[in-house]
């Protein structure tokens, strides 16, 4: 299961390989970033629930 971190800094979001997950920083309403680490098995869900939405 994902996760949570807490927030860090303003910034892009960004996703980032670190060690055997990825760690998503998705900026939030109000400021920060919300730090979300996921295995790989999640981050090809969220693609395809992503791409799925999108119309991809």
Do not use: N, Y
Request: proline share 5%.
């Amino acid at each position: 299961m994902a996760a949570q971190k807490p927030r860090t800094g303003d910034g892009p979001l960004e996703v980032t390989k670190e060690g055997r997950g990825m760690v998503m920083r998705l900026p939030v309403e109000g400021g920060g970033r919300l730090v979300i680490e996921l295995s790989a098995d999640e981050a090809t869900a969220l693609h395809d629930t992503l791409a799925e939405t999108l119309g991809i």
